[in-house]
């Protein structure tokens, strides 16, 4: 869940930094962004911002803002900032507002497709278990079997099942 919470302002390209906010224990914490995923990141952000700029014409492009920061800065839902890094490819009603919103992704698709692409790669069959790192990784480049291959060293474990 913390990869596809992931916002366009969680990435920090000049410290190479990414922030997970909100992790276990509701804790703020930082990463590393590695100098090789900088290109598929910036290539995939630019698919993103064009999807932004298209809800935008169509007077939506608004996510959810956490607590109660919608009512502190009615602006920001639509800033670029605060979009999701991961953003669906459907609007969704919000519940909780009643409002037209694009969500992040659903975290069971990112995980079918990296236990698909493990499997593959590995010819394993196991469960992956990734850092949330390793989930960016995989999700940013889109190819699920091409970046294992390419960062095969990642932070990847494999936990097998019991016979």
Request: hydrophobic content about 35%.
């Amino acid at each position: 869940m913390e990869c596809v919470r992931l916002r366009v302002k969680d990435v920090d390209f000049q410290r190479k930094q990414i922030t997970v906010r909100d992790g276990k224990g509701m804790k703020d914490r930082s990463t590393m962004l590695p100098g090789q995923l900088e290109p598929f990141l910036l290539e995939h952000l630019s698919r993103v911002k064009i999807i932004h700029e298209h809800d935008l014409q169509k007077g939506l492009g608004e996510v959810y803002l956490p607590f109660a920061l919608e009512r502190k800065y009615p602006k920001a839902a639509r800033e670029w900032g605060w979009q999701y890094l991961f953003p669906s490819e459907r609007m969704a009603v919000d519940p909780r507002s009643g409002k037209v919103r694009r969500h992040h992704l659903n975290e069971s698709g990112l995980q079918k497709a990296v236990r698909t692409a493990g499997r593959t790669l590995c010819a394993l069959q196991s469960q992956l278990v990734l850092t949330p790192f390793a989930t960016a990784l995989l999700h940013t480049c889109w190819s699920p079997v091409r970046t294992l291959e390419r960062y095969r060293n990642c932070s990847v474990t494999r936990t097998f099942r019991p016979p």
